[in-house]
C-alpha cells in the first residue's frame, strides 16, 4: 500500500516536497516512480527512481526543477518540487513499478493522490 502526502497551496516559484510511504517488504526491491494528472488531462510521468536510489529519469517539463529520491530504511520516496509554475498543478501520484519506465504500464499498484496547486 502507498500513501502519498505533501501536496497544498503554493505560489509560482514556490517549492513543496512530497512523500510516498509504502507498506510491506517490497519497497527496498521496487523501482518506483511519480506521475500526475492535471484537471481534464491524461496521467503524465514526472519522475522514475531505481531500486537503490542510483539511477533517476525525469519527465522533460520537470527536469532540472524535480528531484526524487528514496530512503529504503523508511520505505519512503520524495519529491521534491521547486520553481513550481501554474502548470505544474496536477494530482501526483506515487506508484511501485514492475520494471523501470515512464510508461503507466509499468505500474504495478498506484497510491492515492496528493494535489498541489500552484498559484500564479
Known amino acids: 500500500q502507498l500513501q502519498a502526502s505533501g501536496g497544498g497551496l503554493v505560489q509560482t516559484g514556490g517549492s513543496l516536497r512530497l512523500s510516498c510511504a509504502a507498506s510491506g517488504r517490497t519497497f527496498s526491491t521496487s523501482h518506483m516512480g511519480w506521475f500526475r494528472q492535471a484537471p481534464g488531462k491524461g496521467r503524465e510521468f514526472v519522475a522514475v527512481?531505481?531500486?537503490?536510489?542510483?539511477?533517476?529519469t525525469y519527465g522533460d517539463s520537470v527536469k532540472g526543477r524535480f528531484t526524487v529520491s528514496r530512503d529504503n530504511a523508511k520505505n519512503t520516496m520524495y519529491l521534491e518540487l521547486n520553481s513550481l509554475k501554474p502548470e505544474d498543478t496536477a494530482v501526483y501520484y506515487c506508484?511501485?513499478?514492475?520494471?523501470?519506465?515512464?510508461?503507466?504500464?509499468?505500474?504495478?499498484?498506484w497510491g492515492q493522490g496528493t494535489l498541489v496547486t500552484v498559484s500564479s
Open positions: 506508484a511501485q513499478l514492475n520494471w523501470y519506465g515512464i510508461s503507466t504500464s509499468a505500474v504495478a499498484s
Open positions: 527512481i531505481s531500486w537503490s536510489g542510483g539511477t533517476t
